[in-house]
């Protein structure tokens, strides 16, 4: 409740109603397509589409799979707005929550896993964005990047491997050859570094 | 028993990541479902995982808008779960989060209700105190920031007191046509260093790689200035200020590339009559010393 307290937060007002430009928040442009407002669903997409693809694109690496997989996610943003919970999340970790896991499901029916492994990983080469959104992301990639260099050689690898790769544990294990125990608690322990050192509180 | 829990809640990291086998998974959501302490904790992991997500945000294909716009004319959406979750929610967006600052950065909204992010990084604003003790490595982050804010207003003293007037007149106002793909190559190079500052002027961002010799500066929601007046950027060396360009939109974003930057320069912005000049007449309004 102590958002409350924040001197940036003008009182409540009516309805200001979806189209309301600057100041719009995600969560409540959420609650808007959740009784199925189009124009503040367009809003959404433009704030998690790019986020969205990416994650499922690092995962997938083929960009017509990772297409198909990451509109399935964003439509699966429209149909279950109603089902999203403020208190538990912001609606980037929700929808991205969602993104990784289809991901990870595709990666992990044989089918896909063999695709994937013929194509190569390459560097991400980004058309077309805004330059706001270049240094924007950039911001993001640096903090990211800093944060990752302070967890130990064990705990980056094992969650790079996990998050960026999509392995399952047992996969991680062996890939860097140490005991299954210990991809678990340096998944963790290098997750709540991360947590900390990038002042996420949740 | 209690053993078998503690093995549980190690896995919250591994489920965050979707690294668990599908019948781990079960075992740990059954669990998940009367265990807070657990619950609190994978709210804040996959806060944190969707950080490293956003690091790799990656612009869709343009088709892909208008695919899934016309999905959802098609696509019947799911009612609320019982109870009246969806009114409450709204309620409590509402009452929390709504209308905060119009300065806050695009990204910032995809995670609204973080607090103490590293968004902060404008040396501003401090964040908010930490309740817990453990969380140093969080402290020592968001202090950085903190001692650039305060190296930048030293430099701002600096500069005034040095006299910008007597910086030499040899270089010629030239302001340079960047085109896109040069900025991408300043603002994806490997060495590429950014630092950010939000002043009451506006918003002023530097990418600066030392290997490019260059650098993208970038503004937006400048205080717009009387008719006749522009904001004017300027590298500044110990050989004198050179011009980088003149700012086109002040109150949108608007970039402007500096090449033959190099570390040990800083970005400052005045106010000059139309036009610009070929050195500054006034004070700058804002200095940024690069990052070496």
């Known amino acids: ?202 | 028993m209690k053993v078998a829990r503690e093995d549980l809640h190690v896995l919250t990291g591994s489920y965050v990541l979707d690294a668990l086998t599908s019948s781990e998974r079960e075992d740990f959501e059954r669990h998940l479902h009367h265990c807070p302490s657990c619950q609190a904790e994978v709210r804040g992991l996959r806060e944190t995982a969707a950080r490293l997500a956003m690091a790799k945000s990656s612009r869709p294909p343009a088709r892909m808008e208008s695919a899934v716009l016309a999905a959802t004319y098609r696509t019947r959406q799911l009612p609320p779960l019982p109870g009246e979750r969806a009114a409450r929610n709204l309620q409590r967006v509402r009452s929390s989060r709504l209308f905060s600052g119009p300065e806050r950065v695009r990204a910032s909204r995809l995670f609204a209700g973080l607090r103490g992010t590293g968004r902060r990084e404008s040396g501003l604003r401090l964040p908010a105190p930490r309740s817990n003790a453990q969380r140093s490595n969080s402290r020592r982050w968001t202090q950085m920031p903190r001692l650039a804010g305060a190296v930048a207003v030293a430099s701002v003293a600096a500069a005034v007191g040095l006299g910008i007037t007597q910086i030499s007149t040899q270089h010629q106002l030239d302001t340079v046509q960047a085109s896109n793909a040069a900025i991408t190559r300043v603002v994806q190079a490997p060495d590429a260093r950014i630092e950010k500052k939000a002043t009451a002027d506006g918003t002023v961002t530097v990418v600066f790689s030392s290997q490019r010799d260059a650098a993208v500066i970038t503004t937006s929601k400048l205080t717009s200035l009387p008719s006749g007046r522009v904001y004017q950027l300027w590298v500044m060396s110990s050989a004198g200020a050179r011009s980088a360009g003149l700012v086109s939109q002040p109150d949108q974003a608007s970039q402007v590339l500096a090449a033959g930057v190099r570390s040990g320069d800083k970005i400052g912005m005045t106010v000059e009559p139309a036009g610009g000049t070929s050195t500054p007449t006034t004070a700058p309004v804002l200095v940024m010393p690069l990052a070496t």
């Open chain 1, 1 to 202: 409740m102590h958002y409350m307290n924040r001197p940036e937060i003008r009182e409540r007002r009516p309805d200001p109603g979806p189209s309301e430009g600057e100041g719009q928040d995600l969560a409540l442009l959420l609650a808007y397509v959740a009784r199925g407002d189009h124009k503040a669903f367009e809003v959404v997409y433009g704030e998690l589409a790019g986020p969205v693809y990416g994650m499922v694109k690092q995962i997938l690496r083929d960009p017509a799979q990772s297409e198909e997989v990451a509109q399935e996610v964003l439509l699966e943003v429209w149909r279950t707005a109603s089902r999203f919970d403020p208190a538990k999340g912001s609606p980037a970790a929700w929808a991205l929550t969602m993104a990784h896991r289809r991901a990870v499901d595709r990666v992990r029916s044989e089918n896909a896993s063999s695709r994937r492994e013929q194509k190569v990983a390459g560097e991400d080469i980004i058309e077309g964005d805004s330059v706001a959104e270049l240094v924007e992301a950039s911001l993001d990639r640096q903090r990211v990047n800093r944060c990752l260099d302070s967890l130990t050689e064990l705990q980056r690898e094992s969650i790079k491997l996990a998050y960026y790769g999509g392995y399952s544990y047992p996969e991680v294990s062996q890939l860097l050859s140490i005991p299954l125990g210990t991809v678990k608690t340096r998944i963790r322990d290098g997750l709540i570094r991360m947590r900390d050192c990038m002042g996420v509180n949740w």
